[in-house]
């Protein structure tokens, strides 16, 4: 049970290249989330997918795009990165359904936009 | 909307040295506030979900409170080993977010 697995960790990109971060969980979770931490700004919330087939902005949307393609696996895409993209990005899950609504942390992805 | 704000920022520990670090929220209706433990280059870590007043959760040297408008997190004896980042996050309902306060910097020192 590896829990949640984010892939790349470290990632350094030019200005106006594109790339997806993956993420994916094996807990059966329903829910998934992606969310940046920049310092002294604390976790931010990009978009969110309450379950399967679904997703939705969170605080941070613009300049981000996600697909939930399964309920195992949810990805992030910058489709032009930009340096203010520059962050550790962090893919969570959560057991909704259950009572539960605390969410589970995968390692994060370093990425550095140049 | 809802505000989470974690005080102090950092805190330095003599270990052995008993503190507690504050998350106070502003939420039109929590049902859950939660503590993680966030460890350099890692993700957070859950730690412990509260969801009413009075309610107090243990593990290990860690204690968590909560009221109606704040939870303190207790740390009885630290050791350098409890040295993280700790956030709280607080639960409302829709979409199933959570918000996050900015966190407490600890490190207990021999």
């Known amino acids: 049970n590896a829990g949640v697995t984010q892939t790349p960790k470290f990632q350094v990109l030019k200005t106006g290249q594109s790339m997806t971060l993956q993420c994916a969980q094996d807990?059966?979770?329903?829910?998934m989330y992606w969310y940046r931490q920049d310092p002294g700004m604390g976790l931010r919330l990009i978009y969110y997918?309450?379950?399967?087939?679904?997703?939705d902005k969170g605080e941070v949307p613009n300049g981000y795009n996600v697909s939930r393609l399964n309920k195992r696996e949810f990805s992030l895409r910058l489709e032009s990165a930009a340096p203010s993209q520059t962050s550790v990005y962090f893919c969570?899950?959560?057991?909704?359904?259950?009572?539960?609504?605390?969410?589970?942390f995968g390692p994060g992805t370093r990425l550095t936009v140049t | 909307e809802d505000q989470v704000t974690q005080s102090p920022e950092a805190l330095r520990l003599q270990e052995g040295e008993s503190s507690s670090l504050n998350c106070s929220y502003t939420?039109?209706?929590?049902?859950?506030l939660f503590w993680y433990r966030q460890d350099p280059g890692k993700g957070p870590e859950f730690l412990f979900t509260?969801?009413?007043a009075g309610e107090e959760k243990e593990k290990e040297r860690l204690k968590a409170t909560l009221t109606k408008k704040e939870s303190f997190l207790h740390i009885t004896a630290p050791k350098p080993e409890d040295s993280a980042t700790y956030l709280c996050?607080?639960?409302?309902?829709?979409?199933?977010?959570?918000?996050f306060g900015t966190g407490t910097q600890l490190k207990v020192e021999l």
């Open positions: 939420v039109s209706g929590l049902r859950g």
């Open positions: 509260l969801y009413s």
């Open positions: 969570a899950s959560t057991p909704v359904g259950s009572g539960s609504y605390e969410q589970y």
């Open positions: 997918s309450a379950s399967e087939g679904t997703t």
């Open positions: 996050a607080v639960y409302t309902g829709g979409g199933n977010k959570l918000t």
């Open positions: 807990m059966n979770h329903n829910s």
